[in-house]
């Protein structure tokens, strides 16, 4: 089956550490997504990228970094900059845009 | 700014009750227009769009109608189910494109009693 496939599901991180977070997908998309989720927030815009080798900052890019190597993976680091990194992380992906989202299952981040 | 506002939750109904979960928009032309649903620990799934002016979207007896003169797009259920009880997310598409993704709502809570 098609699909988005985010792992791992549970990530917990310690002081002063990077982590990476997940993304492939099979869809032959071209453009891939990274948000993040608070309670009570919805979701804002960390990075997105439209095309192999090229990705723009989103509405809260800082702390975080991505890379786009390949159409099927955009995996997303939280850096240690990051000074508050606990959230629900989405990945999505889509054909064109102005058409609708492809979500994965989500990566929930804590801090140790 | 171009935005979504959602009614904030949580919406708490019971079983077979009528549901609406009010939703607008600003944008400079006619974006796209769309619901998600997420149930607890998932990611979001798309419920519905609309992708013009007067297009009704609709799925799982949810109902929305894109409408221009009010910038609206508000979400119906006739007859609601414990199932349907998740947060459901309103989001605009870019008018002129917005290769930088939706913009989303904050999400309305629905919790369905039995």
């Known amino acids: 089956d098609g699909g988005i496939t985010q792992s791992p599901k549970y990530l917990f991180r310690k002081e002063g550490q990077n982590v990476t977070l997940s993304c492939e997908q099979n869809l032959n998309h071209d453009a891939m997504y990274w948000y993040r989720q608070d309670p009570g927030q919805g979701l804002r815009l960390i990075y997105y990228s439209q095309i192999v080798n090229d990705f723009q900052k989103g509405d809260i890019a800082e702390g975080y970094s991505v890379s786009r190597e390949k159409k099927e993976s955009f995996p997303l680091t939280v850096t240690s900059a990051q000074k508050n990194p606990t959230a629900f992380y989405l990945c999505?992906?889509?054909?064109?845009?102005?058409?609708?989202?492809?979500f994965g299952s989500g990566t929930q981040l804590s801090v140790l | 700014g171009n935005s979504v506002t959602q009614m904030e939750g949580p919406v708490t109904l019971s079983e077979e009750a009528f549901l609406t979960i009010n939703c607008t928009y600003t944008?400079?032309?006619?974006?796209?227009l769309f619901w998600y649903v997420q149930y607890p620990g998932e990611g979001l799934q798309l419920l519905l769009k609309a992708t013009k002016a007067d297009d009704k979207g609709s799925n799982k007896g949810f109902e929305a109608t894109y409408r221009k003169e009010t910038t609206s797009f508000h979400l119906e259920k006739g007859s609601v189910q414990v199932s349907d009880s998740a947060v459901y997310f309103c989001a605009r598409g870019g008018s002129g494109g917005g290769a930088d993704g939706l913009t989303f709502g904050k999400g309305t809570h629905l919790i369905i009693q039995p």
């Open positions: 999505a992906s889509r054909f064109t845009v102005n058409e609708k989202l492809f």
């Open positions: 944008a400079t032309g006619y974006p796209s």
